[in-house]
Nanobody, 128 residues
Framework: QVQLVESGGDLVQAGESLTLSCVVSGPTFSDYIMGWFRQAPGKERKFVASISGIGGRTDYADSVKGRFTISRDNAANVLYLQMASLKPEDTAVYYC?????????????????????WGQGTQVTVSS
């Protein structure tokens, strides 16, 4: 079981950039597919991006493709989400999540129900 702590959420203006971080404690960070999800007020939690255990494969929601970049530092046990050209519709609580897949280090998953561990979330607010 891993513990995840997100940080970096803030209030920004449309068009600005922001980077979220997720520090992961627990064994063998590279055994985990990592993902970012977000939940806007009154809406369901939705997939944003995911990255394979060794970092070679990434997936993105269509709504963020080309603007957001997911990355990981396996030596430091940190997951990142670089967000550029932010829009008001990006406003949400952002969660990082971990999916334990020690034998699938080159795979990713977009499915929320595949992820066993979740952080507490960090608020991103984009004003117009």
């Amino acid at each position: 079981q891993v513990q995840l702590v997100e940080s970096g959420g803030d209030l920004v203006q449309a068009g600005e950039s922001l980077t979220l971080s997720c520090v992961v404690s627990g064994p063998t960070f590279s055994d985990y597919i990592m993902g970012w999800f977000r939940q806007a007020p009154g809406k369901e939690r939705k997939f944003v991006a995911s990255i394979s255990g060794i970092g070679g494969r990434t997936d993105y929601a269509d709504s963020v493709k080309g603007r957001f970049t997911i990355s990981r530092d396996n030596a430091a046990n940190v997951l990142y989400l670089q967000m550029a050209s932010l829009k008001p519709e990006d406003t949400a609580v952002y969660y990082c999540a971990a999916d334990h897949k020690p034998f699938s280090r080159t795979f990713t998953t977009t499915r929320l129900d595949e992820y066993e561990s979740w952080g507490q979330g960090t608020q991103v607010t984009v004003s117009s």
